[in-house]
């Protein structure tokens, strides 16, 4: 029986349940591939005492974030044009030549631009998906604000886990009240970031999130390239690359200079941010298209 198996048979035989429960429930649990995997996520998926996070939906969609709320909306076409293209390079014929497909960051050339909107929005649509789940990583360790954008309060995250302070990457992933989405906060900023990203620790986290759940998409909203050096090591760990663009802000030549220093082998995107185009619809369009590094 493996470590997975034993800790949900003695979870459940703790809530009360019957054998048969535990069996049936162990029957459709994943088996870990090896002991070194899962001395690095071992509950992820069966630590039913961590409450989900509540995020504010009200909130989110009033400041124009994708609420599924039965409704269509344009900034739900505009994002799953840009999820299809993310999902087939991390799922279809294009991931055989990406290494670790399915972890993508979301940057810009320079702050505000509008990169954890686009983040947050991205892991929201992918989270509509029948047969998706997507993790929601705010690595941006010098300027979080990915959990005060979802109205949810500061938890350990992902420094916590690099010092050692968090054991099990399952200490530091929340559940949240949207199915699918998954969340793991940055932290307490710390002075040593950019060692902590670069350590192998933080290889062989994104190796096991790459490659433990083949149904899952990663999503790192990451500092903006321009002046940071913690973007370019994550960039190493990543198979996929978002650069947002502000429309009438970035110069072609902030682009290239944000670009220039990224892996080469990664597939880049470039998302058009705040392009507005009527006063109906605050965010218009979201312009997205992939090219090669000059």
């Known amino acids: 029986m493996s470590i997975i198996e034993k800790a949900l048979a003695k979870q459940q035989q703790k809530n009360g349940q019957n054998s048969e429960q535990v069996k049936n429930a162990l029957s459709k649990e994943e088996?870990?591939?090896d002991k070194a995997s899962s001395e690095i996520i071992t509950k992820?998926?069966?630590d039913i005492n961590k409450a989900a996070l509540f995020i504010d939906k009200k909130s989110l969609e009033d400041r124009g974030y994708l609420i599924d709320n039965g409704t269509r909306k344009s900034i739900k076409d505009e994002f799953r044009q840009i999820k299809r293209k993310l999902l087939n390079n991390a799922f279809g014929n294009a991931s055989k030549t990406l290494n670790h497909s399915n972890l993508?960051?979301?940057t810009s050339a320079k702050p505000n631009e509008g990169k954890?909107?686009?983040a947050i929005n991205l892991a929201l649509s992918i989270a509509l998906e029948q047969d998706k789940t997507v993790l929601l990583i705010d690595a941006d360790v010098l300027r979080p604000s990915v959990m005060r954008e979802l109205g949810i309060e500061d938890n350990p995250g992902l420094i916590e886990y690099l010092l050692g302070k968090s054991e099990q990457v399952s200490d530091i992933i929340y559940n949240t009240d949207i199915d699918k989405l998954k969340v793991i906060p940055a932290g307490t900023p710390h002075h040593l970031s950019n060692e902590l990203l670069a350590s192998e620790k933080m290889a062989n986290f994104a190796n096991e999130l790459a490659n433990r759940y083949p149904d899952r998409i990663v999503i790192f909203d990451c500092p903006p390239l321009i002046g940071v050096t913690e973007t370019i090591v994550l960039a190493n760990l990543m198979g996929q690359a978002l650069i947002v663009v502000e429309?009438?802000?970035?110069s072609i030549a902030n682009i290239q200079a944000a670009t220039e220093h990224l892996?080469?082998?990664?597939?880049?995107?470039l998302v058009l941010n705040k392009a507005i185009r009527s006063h109906k619809d605050l965010y218009g369009y979201y312009g997205y298209g992939y090219g090669t590094q000059d």
């Open 247 to 250: 429309e009438n802000k970035t």
């Open 44 to 46: 992820d998926s069966i």
């Open 263 to 269: 892996n080469e082998d990664l597939a880049l995107g």
């Open 116 to 118: 954890t909107f686009v």
């Open 104 to 106: 993508i960051m979301v």
């Open 31 to 33: 088996p870990a591939n």
